[in-house]
């Protein structure tokens, strides 16, 4: 196995020291896995089984939910297309046939 060398000084003698990786040479110390999360703090939003959803993705709603501020109510197996993801605790901005905008947790829809 090779780890990778110093950032700082290009030393090939980077040791391991637990999560972090340490250069003898400059004493410079870094995280291991640095390189995976660098720029890449994308949020990813899983529906129910853990699939991760994307913006345009189908989803079927998996419980009976009820749309704030009215009487209606999205059945189970609601299909409901071209979802878009959002922040907040609703993450799932979409259109229902027969209701219309509205927002769904992730939590409540699987994908297909
Ligand atoms: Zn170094």
Not at 33 to 46: L, N, P, Q, T, W
Not at 88 to 108: N, P, R, T, V, Y
């Amino acid at each position: 196995m090779s780890l990778p060398p110093c950032p700082k000084c290009s030393s090939e003698y980077t040791y391991e020291d637990g999560a972090q990786l340490v250069c003898p040479e400059c004493a410079h110390e870094w995280s291991a896995d640095g390189a995976a999360d660098a720029g890449d703090d994308v949020k990813v939003i899983k529906d129910a089984v853990g699939n991760t959803l994307q913006d345009g993705d189908t989803v079927t709603v998996i419980k009976d939910l009820k749309v704030k501020g009215s009487s209606l109510v999205v059945k189970v197996g609601t299909k409901v297309k071209n979802i878009r993801l959002v922040d907040g605790d609703h993450d799932i901005d979409c259109k229902i046939d027969g209701i219309g905008a509205m927002k769904l947790k992730s939590e409540f829809v699987k994908k297909g």
